[in-house]
């Protein structure tokens, strides 16, 4: 059902505009209208290039996995001739779901019928095929969809048309692999999975830092802070890096109110934190401390809920007492505190006094301006409503 | 919407006269259009409760109610004034105050934007830096308050009138049955989650059914005599039930819960404001039971029956009564809306008739049909052809 006109509230004077020092932010109606919803599926989540795994887990020809972009099913497999291919994980029989998980197989069979497919999306065998009037195997091709690995990671893309996205994003993953010490030598450790009542667009219009005081007051501000009061956006078309300087003097002194347990010397350490942001919906974050980055990738489950997966990343394998601290640090503190105030904001949003609040843009786009949140709310407005303020 | 579910029997439809009229019909219960009405045209247009005015005596003292899904902020100012505001920063939409309590100033847990009790933004961070930025065009969003006897109530709707015009006598009712009012202190409150629609709860606004689900208070020997005596008004009624002498002198019959042959209140009286309101005052030392409902999607409502009671501790059979209304008649009353629910999806009913008598006599459903009839217009408007 669409939301109701009278639902659909305007500030008087304020309004959504390219310009991010004038603008408005996105109506509240955004967060929970059906139709805009629809829309951002079409427009975003089908048009955009989507994380669907890991590299470390396709390496040999028949490793597979799998994955789901809100309803859309996708398989991801490696090739006998090492090529990747990914295809709308659904038989084209009946469209049933055909593989589930991961691992390593060279025929796809589905549990239903048994149609069989190869690693190239072929089908092989359809039983009864041969009594079958002008039925042939190769009008039945698994469906594919764009594939391209990015940062040890395989993102996919349901748009055919759509760039490449290293024509996108390239930078992205050579400032991330030239900033992250030893990154090639990280390896899993962990995911945490939240399950969080807002809109999945909450998540990342707080990417700035004017909260940062208020809702984590334990790492910014205070006397002893490990962190400066800082949130440098250097921003591209499709993605940006964050960065927040460690507070070198209260580090080296070894007076930082560290909030979990790492050693703060040597060439592998981090004295500074950085975000990168990949439109739309995937950030890689890499924390002080010794060399370590994070996956956090965000889905909606609905309209008003939706679920941030975070995947670990650590020199040490199993982790250190310090990374699995640095873990539960950000898992149990830093997180629960973004996540109560996107919940709060999703609960507040539907009241009827309020219709959309001013984005608090400096000229100086300083560490507390909102030209972050700016940033994605202007392509999200774009993929929504086109050019059109 | 399935057009199966508009079907409405062919001979009887809800109609503005009780004697002739059906019930709503069944789908008014669950379909997802109605609850959608119902929010625009009755929670959102009409005068709700919101808390107690114990809790906002002093300057500052604010509390914090729901409606549906609309978020309410009440406040005392320095001026004595009670306003109300929506509960939401006009920065990002974040929630502002929560539960009850004391501020002179309300500071947003996500960017600190403060406001202080008229609602006025007196800080935001950063504010001096950001382009044309006015303190003044981010004052909290206000809707109407108003105090009625020992409560408070908002209204989101600006117009429509006030609320001591609608049902202002009630409060003088209230001390003319209750001797000890100004002494009542909310001593608990029980919470009940039903799987039913709202509408169910007012419905039950009749007697007919008493003998039927309550036979120990109605009924051969019960303490209650067979009487329901409605005075209604446009958005409010009284309904009286009147005790059996006898029973209650101890002549025959058994007391459902512990009273005596004269007490402060002798005459069991019930109070319903439209559209979600009931106070019960039951037969005992003073006390007064506000049950306040509210719907938690189409199909489940949430109801708090906050017992106020005049003496402090309690007398025993003070207890007795709200603690028989919680255990014995509240469950009867719920239980036969739970199974109303399941039945009313049926796709062999549609509506039935209200038994509506002449005499309004303590059987007859002319109750329900005031109920009814409120929600049918605010829904329909006085169309009474179409369903």
Same mark, same amino acid.
């Given at each position: 059902?669409?939301?109701?006109?009278?639902?659909?509230r305007?500030?008087p004077?304020?309004?959504?505009?390219?310009?991010?020092?004038?603008?408005?932010t996105?109506?509240?109606?955004?967060?929970?209208?059906?139709?805009?919803?629809?829309?951002?599926?079409q427009?975003?989540f089908?048009?955009?290039?989507?994380y669907?795994?890991?590299?470390?887990?396709?390496?040999?020809?028949?490793?597979?996995?799998?994955?789901?972009?809100?309803?859309?099913?996708?398989?991801?497999?490696?090739?006998?001739?090492?090529?990747?291919?990914?295809?709308?994980?659904?038989?084209?029989?009946?469209?049933?779901?055909l593989?589930?998980?991961?691992g390593?197989?060279?025929?796809?069979?589905?549990?239903?019928?048994?149609?069989?497919?190869d690693?190239t999306?072929?089908?092989?065998?359809?039983?009864?095929?041969?009594?079958v009037a002008?039925?042939?195997?190769?009008?039945?091709?698994?469906?594919?969809?764009?594939?391209?690995?990015f940062?040890?990671m395989?993102?996919?893309?349901?748009?055919?048309?759509?760039?490449?996205?290293?024509s996108?994003?390239?930078?992205?993953?050579?400032?991330f692999?030239?900033?992250?010490?030893r990154?090639?030598?990280?390896?899993?450790?962990?995911?945490?999975?939240?399950?969080?009542?807002?809109?999945?667009k909450f998540?990342f219009?707080?990417?700035?830092?004017y909260?940062?005081p208020?809702?984590?007051?334990?790492?910014?501000?205070?006397?002893?802070?490990?962190?400066?009061?800082?949130?440098?956006?250097t921003?591209?078309?499709?993605?940006?890096?964050?960065?927040?300087?460690?507070?070198?003097?209260?580090?080296?002194a070894?007076?930082?109110?560290?909030?979990?347990?790492?050693?703060?010397?040597?060439?592998?350490?981090?004295?500074?934190?950085?975000?990168?942001?990949?439109?739309?919906?995937?950030?890689?974050?890499?924390?002080h401390?010794?060399?370590n980055?994070?996956?956090?990738?965000?889905?909606?489950?609905?309209?008003?809920?939706?679920?941030?997966?975070?995947?670990?990343?650590?020199?040490?394998?199993?982790?250190?007492k310090?990374?699995?601290?640095?873990m539960?640090?950000?898992?149990?503190?830093?997180?629960?505190?973004?996540?109560?105030s996107?919940?709060?904001?999703?609960?507040?949003?539907?009241?009827?006094?309020?219709?959309?609040?001013?984005?608090m843009?400096?000229?100086?786009?300083?560490?507390r301006?909102?030209?972050?949140?700016?940033?994605?709310?202007?392509?999200?407005?774009?993929?929504?409503?086109?050019?059109?303020? | 919407?399935? +057009?199966? %579910?508009? &079907?409405?029997?062919?001979?009887?439809?809800?109609?503005?006269d009780?004697? !002739? =009229?059906?019930?709503? #019909?069944?789908?008014?219960?669950?379909?997802?259009?109605?609850?959608?009405?119902?929010?625009q045209?009755?929670?959102?247009?009409?005068?709700?409760?919101?808390?107690?005015?114990?809790?906002?005596?002093?300057?500052?003292d604010?509390?914090?109610?729901?409606?549906?899904?609309?978020?309410?902020?009440?406040?005392?100012?320095?001026?004595?004034?009670?306003?109300?505001?929506?509960?939401?920063?006009?920065?990002?939409?974040?929630?502002?105050?929560e539960?009850?309590?004391n501020?002179?100033?309300?500071?947003c847990?996500?960017?600190?934007?403060?406001?202080?009790?008229?609602?006025?933004?007196k800080?935001?961070?950063?504010?001096?830096?950001?382009?044309g930025f006015?303190?003044?065009?981010? +004052?909290? %969003?206000? &809707?109407?308050?108003?105090?009625?006897g020992?409560?408070?109530?908002?209204? !989101? =709707?600006?117009e429509? #009138?006030?609320?001591?015009?609608?049902c202002?006598d009630i409060?003088?009712?209230?001390?003319?049955?209750?001797?000890r009012?100004?002494?009542l202190?909310?001593?608990?409150?029980?919470?009940y989650?039903?799987?039913?629609?709202?509408?169910?709860?007012?419905?039950?606004m009749?007697?007919?059914?008493?003998?039927?689900?309550?036979?120990?208070?109605m009924?051969?020997?019960?303490?209650?005599?067979?009487?329901?005596?409605?005075?209604?008004?446009?958005?409010?009624?009284t309904h009286?039930?009147?005790?059996?002498?006898?029973?209650?002198?101890?002549?025959?019959?058994?007391?459902?819960?512990?009273?005596?042959?004269?007490?402060e209140?002798?005459?069991?009286?019930?109070?319903?404001?439209?559209?979600?309101l009931?106070f019960?005052a039951h037969?005992?030392?003073?006390?007064?039971k506000?049950m306040?409902?509210v719907?938690?999607?189409?199909?489940?409502?949430?109801?708090?029956?906050?017992?106020?009671?005049?003496d402090?501790?309690?007398?025993?059979k003070?207890?007795?009564?709200?603690?028989y209304?919680?255990?014995?008649?509240?469950?009867?009353?719920?239980?036969?809306m739970?199974?109303?629910?399941?039945g009313?999806?049926?796709?062999?009913?549609f509506q039935?008739?209200?038994m509506?008598?002449?005499?309004?006599?303590?059987?007859?459903?002319?109750?329900?049909?005031?109920?009814?009839?409120?929600?049918?217009?605010?829904?329909n408007?006085?169309?009474?052809?179409?369903?």
């Amino acid at each position: 059902m669409s939301l109701s006109a009278a639902e659909k509230r305007l500030h008087p004077k304020l309004k959504f505009s390219p310009d991010a020092a004038r603008s408005a932010t996105l109506p509240a109606y955004y967060y929970y209208d059906p139709d805009v919803y629809e829309r951002e599926k079409q427009e975003i989540f089908y048009k955009t290039w989507q994380y669907v795994g890991y590299l470390k887990d396709l390496q040999k020809a028949g490793d597979y996995i799998t994955a789901d972009i809100i309803d859309q099913k996708i398989l991801v497999v490696r090739g006998k001739d090492d090529k990747l291919r990914a295809f709308y994980n659904v038989c084209m029989h009946r469209g049933h779901v055909l593989a589930e998980g991961k691992g390593n197989k060279t025929i796809f069979t589905c549990p239903f019928h048994a149609w069989s497919y190869d690693a190239t999306g072929e089908l092989k065998a359809a039983g009864n095929a041969e009594n079958v009037a002008g039925f042939e195997l190769t009008d039945f091709h698994l469906s594919e969809v764009l594939v391209e690995t990015f940062g040890g990671m395989v993102y996919v893309n349901l748009d055919p048309s759509a760039p490449t996205l290293h024509s996108m994003a390239g930078g992205l993953e050579k400032e991330f692999q030239a900033l992250v010490p030893r990154f090639h030598e990280l390896t899993y450790a962990r995911t945490d999975v939240f399950d969080i009542e807002c809109n999945w667009k909450f998540v990342f219009d707080q990417m700035e830092c004017y909260h940062c005081p208020h809702i984590h007051p334990q790492i910014m501000g205070r006397d002893d802070s490990y962190l400066e009061p800082s949130f440098d956006i250097t921003a591209y078309d499709y993605w940006s890096q964050h960065f927040v300087a460690g507070n070198k003097e209260n580090i080296d002194a070894g007076k930082a109110d560290l909030p979990y347990d790492f050693s703060i010397h040597g060439d592998d350490v981090l004295k500074d934190a950085y975000i990168w942001w990949l439109w739309p919906n995937s950030l890689w974050v890499a924390h002080h401390g010794i060399s370590n980055w994070k996956l956090m990738h965000v889905l909606p489950t609905g309209l008003e809920t939706c679920r941030q997966t975070v995947d670990y990343f650590f020199l040490n394998d199993p982790p250190t007492k310090g990374e699995v601290e640095l873990m539960d640090y950000f898992t149990d503190v830093l997180q629960r505190q973004d996540i109560t105030s996107m919940e709060n904001q999703q609960r507040g949003v539907h009241c009827r006094g309020y219709s959309q609040g001013r984005l608090m843009v400096d000229d100086e786009r300083s560490w507390r301006s909102e030209h972050g949140t700016h940033h994605f709310d202007k392509l999200l407005w774009e993929a929504v409503n086109g050019p059109n303020y | 919407m399935a +057009t199966e %579910s508009l &079907v409405v029997t062919p001979k009887s439809r809800f109609h503005p006269d009780p004697e !002739l =009229s059906a019930t709503l #019909p069944g789908y008014y219960y669950h379909d997802a259009d109605i609850y959608e009405h119902e929010k625009q045209e009755i929670w959102f247009k009409t005068w709700q409760f919101a808390g107690y005015i114990s809790d906002l005596q002093d300057p500052g003292d604010y509390i914090t109610a729901d409606l549906l899904d609309q978020k309410i902020l009440v406040s005392r100012g320095k001026d004595g004034t009670l306003r109300a505001f929506y509960n939401v920063c006009m920065h990002r939409g974040h929630i502002l105050a929560e539960g009850k309590g004391n501020k002179s100033i309300f500071t947003c847990p996500f960017h600190a934007w403060s406001y202080d009790t008229t609602g006025a933004l007196k800080a935001a961070g950063n504010a001096e830096n950001v382009a044309g930025f006015r303190l003044e065009d981010f +004052t909290l %969003s206000e &809707v109407r308050v108003e105090q009625l006897g020992h409560m408070v109530f908002v209204n !989101l =709707s600006p117009e429509g #009138p006030a609320l001591s015009d609608i049902c202002g006598d009630i409060v003088s009712e209230f001390r003319a049955t209750v001797p000890r009012y100004d002494d009542l202190y909310n001593y608990r409150r029980d919470r009940y989650d039903v799987k039913a629609n709202w509408k169910l709860a007012f419905d039950q606004m009749e007697c007919y059914h008493c003998p039927v689900l309550h036979p120990q208070i109605m009924g051969k020997d019960a303490y209650l005599e067979p009487s329901f005596e409605i005075t209604a008004h446009e958005f409010w009624s009284t309904h009286l039930t009147r005790g059996n002498k006898k029973v209650i002198s101890g002549e025959k019959g058994d007391l459902p819960y512990d009273f005596g042959p004269d007490e402060e209140i002798n005459n069991s009286a019930i109070w319903w404001i439209w559209p979600n309101l009931i106070f019960v005052a039951h037969r005992g030392p003073s006390n007064l039971k506000t049950m306040h409902i509210v719907p938690d999607g189409p199909e489940r409502f949430i109801m708090h029956i906050d017992n106020f009671l005049a003496d402090d501790p309690p007398q025993e059979k003070s207890l007795s009564n709200i603690n028989y209304n919680r255990d014995v008649l509240q469950p009867q009353d719920l239980g036969a809306m739970a199974q109303q629910q399941l039945g009313l999806h049926a796709r062999g009913y549609f509506q039935g008739r209200l038994m509506v008598d002449k005499e309004r006599t303590w059987r007859s459903e002319h109750g329900t049909h005031h109920f009814d009839r409120l929600v049918w217009e605010a829904i329909n408007g006085s169309n009474y052809e179409t369903a």
